[in-house]
Each structure stands twice: as C-alpha cells, then as structure tokens.
C-alpha cells in the first residue's frame, strides 16, 4: 500500500486530532506531534481561558406574560453565545488533542440547548466531556447517564417508579454505548427502571431514592437490583460495546472505511479492559489506514471554521460583535453550531457538508474571516497554500485562484477548494 508522506501523516495528525495545523506545526516530525497531540501535556493556552460566569437560568416567567417569556429567552441567547464563543475560542488555541476530543464526545453524547435551555448544564456537560475526554470510556459513559443536560435532553426527570419513561435507557444502549442489534426491547424497559430517581433541581441532577425502582431487573441478560451505575457498567461489559465504541471514533478520526476484524483485534487490546481512549487513539496512528491516501475525510463545518480562524490569527471573541454575529450565523447556515446538535444521533459527516448551499455560506464566511485577517504576507497561490498549510493544488484549483489579485479573496477561494475542505 503507497504511503502519504512524513509531511502529509504530520498535516493528518493536525487535522484529526486538533483543528489543523498552528503556523509552523507541519515542520514538526510525526513523533513529537504525536506526543504534543495525544502525551500526558496538560493544553495551557486553552486552560488559560476562564469558562463564563453568569450562565443561570433565568427566572421562570409566567405563562401569560409574554414581555417576561421574551425577555428571559433573549437573556437565554445571549448566554448561550457567550458559551459558543468562548469554546470556539478554546478550539483555535488549543495545543492538545483534548479539545478536539471533547468536540467529537459532544457529537457523540449530543445533547442540544434547543431543548434543555439551560447554558450552566451545558458547561457542565462540556467541562465533565473535557476532563474525561482521553481518559477511560467507561468513567465518561457513567458521568453522562447522570448529567444533568443528558438528563433533560431525553426526559430522565421523567422516570419515575411505576411509570418508567424509555428513552434515555434505548439512546444509551442504540447511540452510546453499543449500537442496534446488541439489545433487545425488554432490556429497554428493564434498564429504564435502572434509571429512575433522578429529578431535576434549580442546579444539578439529584438522586431521590423515593423515586428509584429498587426491585430486581433482568438487563442485558444479567439480574440485580441494578441503578444507573450498575446498567452503565452492564452495556460496557457487553463484548459489542468496545466495537461500537472504536468504530465511532475511527469513522471521525481516521476513516470512512470501517475497520477490518484484524485491525479491530488490535485496537480492541490498546483499548483494554479500562477502556483506555488515549491507547486506543495512539493505536490508531499506528495502523496502516492512517497513512493511507484513501483515508481522507470531509472536514465538519466547526472543525473547517476553526482551522480557518486559527490559519488567519483569528480570536472570535476578539472579532467586533457584528463579526461574531457573522460567524455564527455562519456556523448555523452550514448546518453545525455547538450545542446545537440536529438530534440524539449528532451530526452527519463525509459528503452530506459539500452541498451547494453549505458551499456558498462557506465562502461567504471565508470572505468575510479574510478580511478581518492580517494578510500582508500574501501575493500568490504559493504564499496561501503556506498560510493554510496545504501542499499545493489541483489544476483545477490552480485555475480558480489564477488572476485573483486581492489578498482576501485569494485566502477565501483557496479555504473553499478541496484540498482544504477535505482532510486529506
């Protein structure tokens, strides 16, 4: 099998694991951007951002006063931004494959603000993804069934006692953990039994054992007095969920092509009975498809922006509001905004970003982070080509930029061709 070059594996390794290459990173070696990536180092210029403060709910507003309803949803906006903005940051500066790794949890484990409308759970969510993002699924997988945006999102707070409510148990099981085919109907109702008593409070989950079924349940062909804990514990136990688990973050990380039995034999080892994510991302690089031409991936529209942003020296809460205002809408017009996941399955990938629609917004939006950028520097194809850390172009993308004399939309047309959108 041919090979991408030492330069190319380096660009690769950027762009899965982070959000494309910082000025200067693609004149790394592989085994120093390997350990700057995936090594033990703690990301401090993204800790050195504060998360934002002043994210709770606003006061419940009568249902009849619709001057108080408009005021609080606006309130809800504007912190949802906040939080928007201040993650998108995160990703421009980060150094580590920390964040990027919460960004792929958040679309795994997606829950939306749409429904649960509260900014403080998010973080929350957000923080509890980060801070166990390379570190042992099964520690991630017991801290979401508990969390308290999960919760709302699929209506855990109301399961109770004697009225079980089924969808956070199916999605944990379908979505989570170990994928269709690996459980049957009655582990769904058996396992939301597992899940009752937790209610929502003004601010966290809480456990109210008055509410807990504490009567034995048969889930996944093992029986107990089983909690949330003890079902969390019974998915990951299952011989599926390891498959599951490696085959969702190779389809993101690495390729569209699933795994071969072997390759998922030598994955499923580095994972390990603690289902270790870092081991298992490094075994990954060192498979063969990791260096393969064929393993290319359509970049999501958040990961395309901010490899755009951190390419130009872009902060996006240093940009004037209306900028930000853009950006956004940018985000959202492409079809992806943090927090805002489509559903409980996340968002699509591959070829479902490249429709004609998402093309223009792109480059309405490549146009307009272009022209906020310091782009002196640049005069040809070749100066943009180093600016956005690809290689060089197809003839045909040759063509496009030829006679293009603005700096900005050279910038703009080149962030839109493939060998940028696409995560060669």
Request: charged share 25%.
């Amino acid at each position: 099998m041919t090979e991408i070059s030492e330069r190319a594996v380096v660009r690769r390794l950027n762009d899965r694991f982070g959000f494309g290459p910082a000025p200067g990173d693609l004149e790394a070696g592989v085994d120093a951007t390997v350990r700057r990536l995936l090594g033990p180092l703690t990301d401090a210029a993204a800790a050195a951002l504060s998360p934002p403060t002043g994210l709770e709910p606003p006061t419940a507003a009568k249902k009849q006063d619709k001057d108080a309803k408009k005021a609080a949803n606006k309130q809800r906006a504007a912190q949802e931004r906040k939080l928007t903005l201040w993650w998108l940051d995160r990703m421009v500066v980060s150094r580590t494959a920390g964040e990027r790794l919460t960004w792929f949890w958040h679309g795994h484990f997606a829950t939306s603000n749409q429904k649960v409308r509260n900014a403080a759970w998010m973080l929350a969510q957000n923080q509890t993804q980060r801070r166990l993002a390379l570190g042992r699924f099964g520690d991630l997988a017991q801290a979401m069934i508990v969390d308290s945006a999960t919760i709302r999102w699929l209506d855990g707070q109301k399961n109770r006692k004697g009225s079980p409510n089924e969808n956070l148990a199916r999605e944990f099981m379908e979505l989570f953990t170990l994928g269709i085919g690996h459980y049957q109907e009655a582990d769904v109702a058996q396992a939301a039994r597992c899940l009752t008593g937790w209610v929502l409070r003004k601010d966290v989950a809480t456990f109210q054992r008055k509410r807990f079924d504490s009567g034995t349940k048969t889930v996944l062909g093992k029986t107990g007095d089983f909690d949330a804990k003890g079902f969390a514990n019974l998915t990951l136990a299952q011989p599926a969920s390891a498959g599951f688990v490696i085959g969702r973050l190779w389809f993101r990380l690495v390729s569209a092509t699933p795994p071969d039995a072997a390759t998922v034999a030598r994955l499923s080892a580095a994972y390990g009975v603690n289902r270790d994510v870092r081991s298992l991302l490094m075994a990954m690089v060192g498979e063969a498809a990791f260096k393969d031409p064929e393993s290319s991936l359509v970049k999501q529209p958040v990961e395309w922006a901010v490899g755009l942003l951190r390419a130009l020296r872009l902060r996006p809460s240093k940009l004037e509001e209306k900028e930000q205002t853009k950006l956004l809408a940018g985000l959202r017009g492409m079809g992806q905004l943090p927090y805002r996941p489509p559903s409980v399955g996340g968002w699509p990938a591959g070829a479902s970003w490249l429709t004609t629609s998402a093309g223009v917004t792109r480059l309405q939006l490549a146009q307009q982070l272009a022209k906020k950028a310091e782009l002196s520097a640049v005069k040809n194809e070749e100066d943009v080509a180093a600016l956005l850390g690809v290689d060089g172009w197809s003839e045909r993308t040759k063509t496009a930029l030829a006679g293009l004399k603005d700096p900005a939309q050279l910038v703009a047309v080149a962030a839109c061709s493939p060998e940028y959108v696409v995560s060669g």
